[in-house]
């Protein structure tokens, strides 16, 4: 037996290519014909998104247009009256309550108001590790989680023993994010979590983001105000009107040539 003559050599190359198929990596979030009412009034329409690993997406409407509840649909904290979210290729809505929790921890969401995620009462280092309370790790595997997640966002380790009242508000927004990262998600879905800062602080969280982004492979959701932050963060961006899609296309496209007069209306308001 001699498996490697160069007969060998030179067919077994050709047969595994040919044997292997073209690995198309799942989308780590799709939605189809997403839709959702309040009080019988229709606020989301039909909402048809793909984000594969690594992607991102700016989503960006004025007040009231939907995006907030779009958010909510993906991040699976309230149910669609129609239409698919699928994590990863699991329709996610219509798991049983028991896998959809067991999932929770791919997909993490950065608020606004940082208090959102930050329990005034709890030290830091609490709410920041309290997503890892649910996995598979040692105490010891979650301080040492904890610590790299705190370097990640720039902040000192000690900071975990203090109370978010102690921080600044930029600080806040950091340990917001921290907390998003520490289960390593493939998602993380963020509703304008640069609108409450001021201007140099967003220059800052702005330059953290992308530094995360380019450092770690995850798919970014952000839904913002701030057309400077989708054109550095998003690959992609839709534009969102009374709940239905105007927009949607490559970054450049949408904010540097936008087709649809109401995408171009907006962007003049938002500059
Ligand atoms: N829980 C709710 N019950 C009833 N109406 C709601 C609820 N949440 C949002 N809405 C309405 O749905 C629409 C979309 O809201 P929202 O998703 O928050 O928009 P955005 O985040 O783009 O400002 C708005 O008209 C809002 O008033
Ligand atoms: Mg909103």
Same mark, same amino acid.
Do not use: I, K, N
């Given at each position: 037996m001699t498996p490697d003559t160069p007969a060998n050599s030179s067919v077994a190359p050709h047969t595994a290519a040919a044997a292997v198929p073209a690995i198309v990596p799942v989308p780590v979030l799709e939605t189809e014909h997403l839709t959702q009412r309040y009080e019988g009034r229709?606020?989301?329409?039909?909402i048809n998104l793909r984000l594969q690993p690594g992607e991102s997406l700016g989503i960006i409407g004025e007040s009231g247009a939907g995006k907030s509840t779009l958010a909510r649909l993906v991040m699976a904290l309230e149910r669609p009256a129609a239409g698919v979210v699928r994590w990863s290729g699991e329709d996610i809505h219509r798991l049983p309550e028991h896998q959809r929790r067991a999932r929770r921890s791919r997909v993490q969401m950065v608020f606004q108001d940082p208090y959102s995620s930050l329990?005034? /009462?709890? =030290?830091v280092g609490r709410s920041i590790a309290?997503?890892?309370? =649910?996995?598979?790790?040692?105490a010891a595997e979650r301080e040492q989680r904890l610590a790299e997640v705190l370097d990640a966002v720039q902040l000192?380790?000690?900071?975990? =023993? /203090?109370?978010? $009242?102690?921080?600044s508000g930029g600080q806040r927004q950091r340990l917001a994010i921290a907390r998003a990262l520490a289960t390593r998600p493939s998602l993380i879905v963020a509703d304008?979590?640069?609108?409450?800062?001021d201007v140099s602080v967003q220059a800052q969280i702005l330059a953290l983001l992308r530094d995360l982004q380019r450092r770690e492979a995850i798919s970014l959701v952000l839904i913002s105000h701030d057309l400077p932050a989708v054109e550095v963060l998003c690959d992609h961006a839709l534009v969102l009107r009374h709940g239905q899609v105007v927009e949607h296309g490559a970054t450049a496209d949408v904010l540097?040539?936008? /087709? $649809?007069p109401y995408t171009r209306s907006l962007l003049s308001a938002l500059a």
């Open positions: 229709e606020v989301l329409q039909d329990d005034p /009462r709890w =030290r309290e997503p890892l309370q =649910r996995l598979p790790m040692t000192d380790p000690d900071a975990a =023993r /203090r109370f978010p $009242h102690q921080f304008e979590p640069l609108s409450a800062l540097g040539e936008p /087709r $649809h």
